[in-house]
């Protein structure tokens, strides 16, 4: 069967840090890009960061540039989210989720869209 | 790319058709267009993508078209699991924006 299963969301004060993982089962981790996704309580999805298979290449929404980082350990099957400088804004489920897309033997990667999804953990940014 | 889903709320009745529409702001490359569904309290759930091509395990009542900046998602009979918030995503370049939602409800 195949999972991901966040963790680590909770409580933290403005300007605080948190850590999320996600540990993913029933593939092969290491041959997929990842992707964070939050969404706000009552709102719409945000993509917030992702990182490719390799953990070689990432990207950042403009909104958390310079205080989140996306890593991942394949050996673990984990994917991570270093949050920092939390704001209120920042408050949210956060969901991981797979890109089952390909790279060719040039590099390019072709996207196939979010297949699989987490539960979700949340962040609660509160003083 | 900025996508804008219309209309904000569809209620409709079980067996009835929906049609949810989402336009972008600019031209959508290779048709790299999603679609989820999602409901209270769950993960999205990935239905079209491709524009129009259904997701493994998706009912053929779901249906996606279009092309280019128009995209449709219709659900050709609506069953009571149907009733929830649909959003659409396109995914060719980053930031892989969503549209702000469609809730289809209960009429």
């Known amino acids: 069967e195949v999972q991901l299963v966040e963790s680590g969301g909770g409580l933290v004060q403005p300007g605080g840090s948190l850590r999320l993982s996600c540990v993913v089962s029933g593939i092969t981790f290491k041959n997929y890009a990842m992707f964070w996704v939050r969404q706000a309580p009552g709102k719409g999805l945000e993509d917030v960061s992702f990182?490719?298979?390799?953990?070689?290449?990432?990207y950042y929404a403009d909104s958390v540039k310079g205080r989140f980082t996306i890593s991942r350990d394949n050996s673990k099957n984990t994917l991570y989210l270093q949050m920092g400088d939390l704001r209120t804004e920042d408050m949210a489920v956060y969901y991981c989720?797979?890109?089952?897309?390909?790279?060719?033997?040039?590099?390019?990667?072709?996207?196939?869209?979010?297949?699989?999804w987490g539960q979700g953990t949340m962040v609660t940014v509160s003083s | 790319i900025v996508l804008t889903q219309s209309p904000g709320t569809l209620s409709l009745s079980p067996g009835e058709r929906a049609t949810l529409s989402c336009w972008a702001s600019q031209s959508v490359s290779s048709n790299y267009l999603a679609w989820y569904q999602q409901k209270p309290g769950q993960a999205p759930r990935l239905l079209i993508y491709?524009?129009?091509s259904r997701a493994t395990g998706i009912p053929d009542r779901f249906s996606g078209g279009g092309s280019g900046t128009d995209f449709t998602l219709t659900i050709s009979r609506l069953e009571p699991e149907d009733f929830a918030v649909y959003y659409c995503q396109h995914y060719g370049s980053s930031p892989r924006t969503f549209g702000q939602g469609t809730r289809v409800d209960i009429k």
């Open positions: 989720a797979r890109d089952p897309g390909y790279y060719d033997s040039s590099g390019n990667f072709y996207p196939y869209a979010f297949d699989l």
């Open positions: 990182i490719s298979s390799t953990g070689s290449s990432t």
């Open positions: 491709g524009a129009s």
